[in-house]
């Protein structure tokens, strides 16, 4: 069956299986390998993308669903926050094993789209879905909060 | 995180693999294309017909004894040929350092890739005195079995740019200057690139001898925060592990296996399997029956579809609460090996007044590296290609060899990134490298192939850290002297692999019982035994390996000594470390920085505890400060000290110390794997949970 992918701005016509999760269209498909499977039942957070800039699990969405909405892959990610993470998690050497990051960088950058200041709960409840075998957890907190400070600092000051 | 700076010398001394067999090394220019800049690997001089024992490169066309460690390019990068797995450990980062240390090179122009599989140039040092000749990466050795290894030859490949430069500048080798990849040379005022140089570096003799910097020269080697190599395309997404290979006309495999350990294939049918829209191939492999499919899903679906009856005559039904039963009356039965014995323990025990008592039972746990094992393998009549976050090279190519059919030269190794391992990806079968081998074998080679686990596969798969009972008796005389006397119940690591005829001493598995009390404490009287369990669960090394369970009896007991004792844990501690001057010191310092000679806050459910052990070489002494409400744990700071030796990269030992005191953690308070008539209870991280 033909499925109408956006991914990254572009749109791409698949002949698949409309109950394949997104996560298989995107590696499998698109060849987009930046996006990981961890655990396939949306408990790990490795496969996280955006939809419609929401942080989402991709590896228990199937593709029907994801028709007609604008996917954002690690490949993709090019708004103020998910650049601030991405330059945050690079100074403070957040990766290890380096699997789980993609996922963990957009679930950040979809938390300070959202919530430009997030406190260190918001932090803990909003990356809870994404787990890191490495236990990089006190640097992609700290590397949040960097990321944070480093918009604040860039948006154009107010009155 | 505090590290405790260690003389350097000493450590040099007793760190790096067998120095004589280094010295005895010496290294080969490599002059491979025109143009391509230097490249130098060692010779072992006296083997003139290719390298002792394993494979060579399959289709090498380079001097057959010339093996790559530094390159340096005309485009002036530096690239270190790692011969170990990055696997989040941080080699990467941790072996190109000490080469750039030597070099003088500037960090910026470093570049690591992975060795092929070759033994004995990329065997790992520090297992040779054990007998074990392999590439492969455990035991915390990396840095330490390469030390002496990439020092020497950052320091040859600077010579030989130093010789290229006074050569071409007329001036004498010791009035140039080599700094942040740069040479010059003041009064002649010249200077130059290491790419500019990197040509005439190769057409240089290569020195017999090298001098080594002085320690107290460092400037990359210790330097605080030395940016990871890795984090860019970590961050990004662009890092390439095994499940991201892409080969033309590649197929995507997932595997059958059986319920319980030790079942087998009786028959299948793959009749619905094959109606499954995508799925190519359903073929029987020694482990199982493996779907293949033009893509994950469509071999998922076909694996869903697929029936098989199998054989469990040879099955493992036990549950682990029937295995933890006979664990217990194996503790109490009849004593078995010994691992270490001092004084008389029984005639202490009973002259003793209060004893300690202690039972512990440890659980299965598995080590669920976030990239579940994934391995592609291209077949075609005269080779086999692998890509995999090989842990354990020449073992892999070994395996490969063997379940693909072809010979172990003919199995070219590509090592990636692995995301994560803890262990797991390092067993002697190879296992999910030699399925993916068995599936090419089995489908003919028609196309490459790419085998994934699912994350049920891999819970419910086996080599676990061992299910371990321990049975403690201890107590402090009136002198201050204790006895300790511990039996220890589990099933034997190595004991069925290769690596026993080397390894087992005295019929004791040191990967299961090891860093005991009388290993690391001064005890007057003392007897740890060992108990060999047979049980058909299939166990393996698990992060820190026999460490997990036995610093954490050791400790418990030590501290409740100390309780029945009257006496401050730390002082308790230290009064038995006079023989251990590394253990004092890291007890020291974490007691220093956790402010443990203040008063606690006393409030309701708080409280603090302190243990310091020593496992592979490095002493890490730990407070942790945990506030219980109910049956919640919160662990509100830890604070480490930690002897590592020389922090090469101190911000990557920093974070190797936080990822260990997670995983920890994961398995202290959530982590356990346990089964039922033999089927494995938990699948997936809802049920095996981790921090």
Redesign the interface.
């Known amino acids: 069956m033909s499925i109408k992918l956006t991914v990254n701005g572009a749109t791409r016509e698949l002949d698949i299986d409309p109950d394949m999760p997104l996560l298989w269209a995107i590696r499998d498909h698109l060849e987009l390998t930046g996006t990981k499977f961890g655990c396939g039942m949306a408990l790990c957070g490795a496969c996280t993308v955006h939809l419609d800039g929401q942080a989402t699990r991709s590896c228990v969405l199937p593709v029907s669903a994801a028709q007609g909405r604008q996917i954002t892959t690690i490949e993709g990610l090019s708004t103020p926050a998910g650049r601030a993470v991405q330059s945050a998690w690079v100074g403070l050497d957040v990766p290890q094993c380096g699997y789980c990051q993609s996922g963990q960088v957009m679930s950040a950058a979809a938390l300070l789209a959202a919530n430009p200041k997030p406190s260190d709960a918001d932090i803990d409840t909003a990356m809870a879905g994404n787990i890191c075998r490495c236990a990089t957890y006190v640097r992609i907190r700290g590397a949040i909060h960097q990321a944070a400070e480093q918009l604040s600092a860039a948006a154009p000051a107010h009155g | 995180m505090y590290f405790r700076q260690t003389d350097i010398e000493q450590v040099a001394a007793r760190g790096g693999g067998t120095p004589a067999e280094l010295t005895r090394r010496q290294f080969l220019k490599l002059t491979t294309v025109a143009g391509s800049g230097l490249t130098l690997g060692i010779v072992l001089p006296g083997c003139g017909r290719g390298p002792l024992g394993g494979a060579g490169v399959a289709g090498s066309t380079s001097h057959p004894l010339a093996i790559p460690f530094v390159r340096v390019a005309p485009d002036n990068t530096v690239t270190v040929i790692c011969k170990h797995v990055?696997?989040?450990?941080?080699v990467w980062t941790g072996l190109p350092a000490i080469v750039a240390e030597e070099l003088d090179a500037s960090w910026e122009q470093m570049r690591v890739e992975s060795a092929p599989a070759e033994v004995p140039a990329y065997q790992n040092m520090a297992f040779v005195p054990l007998g074990v000749h392999a590439q492969f990466t455990g035991g915390s050795t990396a840095v330490a079995n390469s030390w002496e290894q990439l020092r020497h030859a950052g320091a040859t490949a600077r010579a030989m740019l130093v010789a290229a430069a006074a050569q071409e500048w007329r001036v004498p080798p010791g009035e140039i200057i080599v700094s942040e990849g740069v040479l010059s040379h003041a009064a002649a005022g010249r200077q130059a690139t290491f790419g500019e140089l990197a040509g005439s570096a190769a057409r240089q003799a290569v020195p017999a001898t090298v001098r080594l910097k002085d320690p107290a020269g460092f400037r990359i080697v210790g330097r605080e925060k030395l940016?990871?190599l890795?984090?860019?395309?970590?961050?990004?997404?662009?890092?390439?592990?095994a499940?991201?290979v892409?080969l033309p006309g590649m197929m995507?495999a997932v595997v059958m296996r059986p319920p319980r350990f030790g079942g087998k294939v009786s028959s299948f049918d793959a009749t619905k399997a094959k109606a499954v829209?995508?799925v190519v191939d359903v073929v029987q492999i020694p482990r199982g029956v493996a779907v293949v499919g033009r893509?994950?899903?469509?071999a998922k679906?076909g694996r869903e579809a697929l029936g098989v009856t199998w054989d469990e005559s040879g099955a493992e039904k036990r549950g682990t609460a029937e295995l933890m039963k006979e664990y217990r009356a194996m503790g109490r039965g009849k004593e078995a090996a010994t691992v270490v014995e001092s004084g008389d323990v029984e005639a202490a025990l009973a002259r003793a007044t209060k004893r300690v008592e202690g039972e512990f039972e440890f659980p299965y746990l598995a080590h669920?590296?976030?990239?579940?094992l994934t391995a592609v393998a291209r077949l075609s009549p005269d080779k086999c290609e692998i890509w995999a976050g090989c842990q354990f090279q020449t073992i892999d190519q070994a395996n490969a060899a063997a379940a693909a059919g072809v010979k172990p030269e003919q199995v070219i190794i590509n090592t990636l990134?692995?995301?994560?391992?803890?262990g797991r990806r390092a067993n002697a079968e190879s296992d999910y490298i030699a399925e993916v081998a068995s599936i090419a074998r089995a489908t003919g080679g028609k196309y490459p192939v790419r085998l994934?686990w699912?994350?049920?596969d891999d819970v419910t798969g086996g080599r676990y850290r061992p299910l371990n009972y321990h049975r403690i008796s201890a107590a402090v005389g009136k002198d201050g002297k204790v006895a300790f006397r511990q039996r220890v119940v589990g099933q034997s690591i190595i004991g069925d692999t290769p690596f026993a005829a080397t390894m087992m001493k005295n019929g004791v598995d040191p990967t299961a019982v090891g860093g005991s009390a009388p290993e690391q404490y001064d005890l007057a009287d003392a007897h740890v035994s060992w108990t060999r369990a047979t049980v058909g669960v299939p166990v393996l090394w698990w992060r820190s390996v026999e460490n997990t369970h036995m610093a954490f009896s050791k400790e418990v007991i030590i501290d409740e000594l100390a309780q029945s004792a009257g006496r401050d844990p730390v002082e308790f501690r230290l009064s038995l470390l006079g023989k251990h001057p590394r253990h004092t010191a890291a007890l020291r310092l974490v007691a220093e920085k956790a402010g443990w000679d203040q008063p606690f806050p006393k409030q309701k459910g708080r409280g603090r505890g302190v243990a310091v052990h020593e496992s592979f070489g490095s002493v890490v002494a730990q407070v942790a400060e945990v506030t219980v409400s109910g049956n919640k744990i919160r662990v509100d700071r830890v604070v480490c000290a930690v002897d590592c030796g020389i922090a090469v990269t101190p911000?990557?030992v920093r974070?190797q110390m936080?990822?260990g005191?997670?995983?920890g953690?994961?398995a202290a308070l959530l982590g356990k794997i346990t089964l039922t008539d033999g089927h494995v209870d938990q699948s997936?991280?809802?049920q095996y949970q981790?921090?």
């Not at chain 2, 990055?86 to 941080?90: F, I, K, L, S, W």
């Not at chain 2, 860019?232 to 997404?237: A, E, H, I, Q, V």
């Open positions: 990055e696997a989040g450990q941080g940016p990871r890795d984090s860019r395309d970590k961050s990004t997404g662009k890092q390439q592990f499940i991201d892409k995507t829209p995508g893509d994950m899903w469509s679906k669920a590296p976030m990239e579940p990134a692995a995301g994560g391992t803890f994934i699912t994350r049920e911000d990557v974070a936080q990822s005191i997670g995983y953690l994961s997936n991280f809802h981790v921090l």
